[in-house]
């Protein structure tokens, strides 16, 4: 009797519903497709949150996917002009246990890794995403101390194939100038006009859809696992040996 072919982890429809959410931004729409929504898109990502879960459970055991994990699909609109209720993505957040799950610049959180499914433009991602700023200053007090180790880690050849550099093409997450208090000839200059540490690598549709999704992201999150582990070591959060 042949084998049956390893079931994906989305099915196409995922992307379909995301793609109708993105031209149909409306809670009427929203709320008449919400079983859609939850069979197709809400399920399956609890089901990749629970195996990277395992997966990091042995690989690195202080970072965890649990209940807390995924993003919600509603924008908090209340400071926005753009008042669309939903966003036309999904996602989620694998975190040190020691902080928590806080992202953000307006909370406090280590560094962890990221997934996200989007029509055309998912992707992972890991890092300390915009960080308050007594975190901020934590890393750049690292960068100072410890910086040969942390281009060892940017500048190691399967890191630099894989992810390029930093990310530093999003609104507010270089400075121009540098910051305060250090000179312009700084040996770190380069890095401490950051505001944000975060290494990404695109996955196409193809990829998303592919029973192999998990397996790529985790080796991905393995190359990325030593940048992780030093932004965290910055802010006082060590690795763990065991749960």
Known sequence: MPRSAPTPWFRPAALTFLSGLKRNNKREW???????FTREVLEP?????GELDVRFARLAPEYEAGK??????????????????????????????APGRG??????GGAGFYLHLEPGASMVAAGL?????????????ALV??????KRILRAPTFVTRFGGLTDDEPGVK??????????????????????FTVSARYSDKEMLDHGLVDRAMKDFALMLPFVRWLNRALGHIPAKSR
Do not use: C, Q
């Not at 966003?87 to 040190?96: E, N, P, V």
């Open 30 to 36: 929203f709320e008449e497709r919400k079983p859609e």
């Open 103 to 108: 992202v953000g610049k307006e909370v406090d």
């Open 145 to 150: 101390d410890d910086l040969p180790r942390f």
């Open 45 to 49: 990502l609890r089901r990749v949150a």
């Open 175 to 196: 400075l121009i100038r540098m910051p305060r208090g250090y000179a312009e000839d700084h040996p770190a200059a380069e890095l401490l006009r950051f505001n944000s």
């Open 68 to 97: 807390r994990s995924l993003f919600r699909i509603y924008r908090d609109v209340r400071f926005s002009k753009d008042k669309s209720p939903y966003k036309t993505h999904a996602a989620m957040w694998i975190y040190h246990r």
């Open 129 to 141: 995403w915009m960080p308050p700023r007594h975190l901020l200053n934590k890393v750049r007090d």
